[in-house]
């Protein structure tokens, strides 16, 4: 395990989701066994990101809600030589989670100059989201005590519409109230989250409230809240798609790099050649 880094050095993070796994090792989601899977993309993180400061896994570790899918994978991801961190999704029992991953599941970590603050957004019995009241209160409060820190936020299900009508049924109910207080957080300087199975890179025009504005004169805004979502280290839904559908692109990753002075660079890692398949016929799972 490496050791904190100093506070004026550019950190990695490399995020992966959505790997479902099932209580049987063997388990296969839409035709592809999701541990082979996990095992590939794990496999390229180690070699390709040699230099990463924190792995974060962002929901649905499992497919069947079993505490030993969350302890397997726990288990797998321990051979990538760096801190993890990790959130559940719709799929995740919350009480299996948090058995299994106890102080790693903590909603707030500090590293180099940044903040990461993992919110649960989940909602007992549904596969769509919403933030408890408890959890926006997590959020400004983790924020404010941050001072100085630049801020990472991750969660599981997408705020934003992906333009997939039956994907966009299950978004955070109330996206608007998360935006209200992260529009008043200017060191928050990306949201990150999974669930969707496909790669998404924008960014949301926050207006400014600091300082006081003429009447009818709208604030200025600022282009500073970077937008992220991540491919599966499974199976792929297809981008744009009025119903069900899977992709065919491989299964992978993203890595982060959080410079000390607020700025950010990313990408996707694709995983080819692991001869995983999946059903693209499928109508659902």
């Given at each position: ?38 095992r ?6 180690i ?38 961190r990790?959130l ?76 997939s ?23 928050v ?29 709208r ?67």
């Amino acid at each position: 395990m490496k050791d904190t880094p100093p506070p004026d050095q550019s950190i990695v993070v490399v995020q992966v989701t959505d790997p479902h796994l099932y209580e049987d090792p063997s388990g296969c989601l839409l035709g592809v066994q999701t541990d082979a899977s996990l095992r590939g993309v794990l496999r390229h993180i180690i070699e390709y990101q040699p230099d990463i400061g924190l792995l974060l896994a962002t929901g649905d570790i499992s497919q069947d809600g079993s505490l030993a899918a969350q302890q397997r994978f726990l288990r797998l991801a321990a051979d990538v030589p760096a801190p993890l961190r990790g959130l559940p999704g719709n799929h995740d029992a919350g009480q299996a989670f948090h058995q299994a991953w106890g102080e790693q599941a903590d909603p707030v970590k500090d590293i180099g100059r940044w903040r990461l603050i993992m919110l649960d957004t989940r909602v007992p019995g549904s596969n769509a989201g919403r933030l408890a009241e408890a959890q926006l209160e997590l959020l400004l409060s983790a924020a404010q005590e941050a001072h100085d820190k630049h801020i990472l936020v991750a969660l599981h299900h997408n705020p934003i519409a992906m333009g997939s009508a039956w994907l966009d049924t299950m978004t955070i109910a109330n996206a608007s109230a998360l935006f209200d207080i992260l529009e008043r957080l200017p060191r928050v300087r990306a949201l990150l989250w999974g669930h969707v199975h496909q790669e998404y890179d924008g960014f949301h025009e926050c207006a400014d409230r600091a300082g006081r504005q003429s009447p009818g004169v709208r604030p200025p805004a600022r282009r500073g809240l970077r937008l992220l979502s991540t491919p599966s280290t499974c199976v792929q839904f297809t981008p744009g798609s009025r119903t069900f559908s899977l992709d065919s692109a491989a299964p992978g990753y993203r890595w982060l790099v959080l410079h000390p002075d607020g700025r950010l660079d990313t990408g996707v890692s694709r995983v080819d050649g692991l001869g995983l398949k999946p059903s693209l016929d499928s109508a659902g799972y």
